[in-house]
């Protein structure tokens, strides 16, 4: 056998087992399949774990770029919240111009009070009460006072408060003054009044004398609020 012959059955040879094995890759029934998309595009068609069956949850209201915001404060229904102050201030008026104090009430208990008619200013009263007790009183407000038969009190003069609560110790005295009538004859329903209560903010009254005669008071009755100084009390 020629030297020709022998390579060209050597390659026939060769022919024949190559199209045997690709004969049997088809063979097995399979054939190439179709893997689908790559490891990374099948990942990101993934849901997420936050992510909820059938759908996807958005992020809570108030996060913003990963952070998280600060949740409200709650107060549970049936309470309140008590406010703070701004600082210590003037002591607060009660009902009837009183104001809170440390002290006891300076009352018709453990006081003295006095009417006494004046020359100057003209048909004025001071009012004077005395502590009379061991301990120190605060006279707050002003002067309750009813005179003879009326069924009324006599206005205050706003204008008259004091700037610091009239605190008597033990011996000292607080002052009002009452301004019975117009000076120049310009009240009307004037009467002739021959007793006087006077009521103070807390505690009992007391009853101080007039003078024999009366006092002649008019629809221009009007008191001042106690003050420290006889000289404030009848400067209205």
């Given at each position: 056998?020629?030297?020709?012959?022998?390579?060209?059955?050597?390659?026939?040879?060769?022919?024949v087992?190559?199209?045997?094995?690709?004969?049997t890759?088809?063979?097995?029934?399979?054939?190439?399949?179709?893997e689908?998309?790559?490891?990374?595009?099948?990942?990101?068609?993934?849901?997420t774990?936050?992510?909820?069956?059938?759908?996807?949850?958005?992020?809570?209201?108030?996060?913003?770029?990963?952070?998280?915001?600060?949740?409200?404060?709650?107060?549970?229904?049936?309470t309140?919240?008590?406010?703070?102050?701004?600082?210590?201030?003037?002591?607060?008026?009660?009902?009837?111009?009183?104001?809170?104090?440390?002290?006891?009430?300076?009352?018709?208990?453990?006081?003295?009070?006095?009417?006494t008619?004046?020359?100057?200013?003209?048909?004025?009263?001071?009012?004077?009460?005395?502590?009379?007790?061991?301990k120190?009183?605060?006279?707050?407000?002003?002067?309750?006072?009813?005179?003879?038969?009326?069924?009324?009190?006599?206005p205050?003069?706003?204008?008259?408060?004091?700037?610091?609560?009239?605190?008597?110790?033990?011996?000292?005295?607080?002052?009002?003054?009452?301004?019975?009538?117009?000076?120049?004859?310009?009240?009307?329903?004037?009467?002739?009044?021959?007793?006087?209560?006077?009521?103070?903010?807390?505690?009992?009254s007391?009853?101080?004398?007039?003078?024999?005669?009366?006092?002649?008071?008019?629809?221009?009755?009007?008191?001042t609020?106690?003050?420290?100084?006889?000289?404030?009390?009848?400067?209205?």
């Amino acid at each position: 056998m020629s030297a020709r012959t022998a390579r060209t059955r050597l390659l026939a040879a060769t022919t024949v087992a190559l199209a045997a094995l690709a004969l049997t890759a088809c063979d097995n029934g399979k054939g190439v399949r179709d893997e689908g998309p790559s490891a990374a595009s099948n990942s990101s068609s993934q849901p997420t774990a936050s992510t909820a069956d059938g759908g996807t949850t958005a992020k809570p209201a108030g996060e913003t770029g990963g952070s998280t915001a600060t949740p409200k404060s709650t107060t549970t229904p049936g309470t309140t919240t008590a406010g703070t102050s701004g600082g210590s201030g003037s002591a607060g008026k009660n009902g009837g111009g009183t104001t809170t104090t440390r002290n006891p009430a300076c009352n018709g208990a453990n006081t003295k009070t006095t009417a006494t008619e004046v020359s100057r200013p003209l048909n004025h009263l001071l009012l004077t009460v005395t502590n009379t007790g061991a301990k120190n009183c605060d006279l707050t407000g002003y002067p309750i006072a009813r005179f003879g038969e009326a069924q009324s009190v006599p206005p205050v003069a706003e204008s008259t408060h004091p700037q610091a609560v009239v605190t008597l110790t033990p011996g000292e005295s607080g002052y009002a003054g009452v301004l019975l009538s117009a000076a120049d004859g310009s009240g009307s329903n004037g009467y002739t009044a021959k007793t006087l209560v006077v009521g103070f903010a807390k505690g009992s009254s007391a009853t101080p004398a007039l003078p024999a005669k009366g006092v002649h008071v008019d629809d221009k009755l009007t008191v001042t609020y106690w003050q420290q100084s006889l000289d404030d009390a009848l400067a209205y």
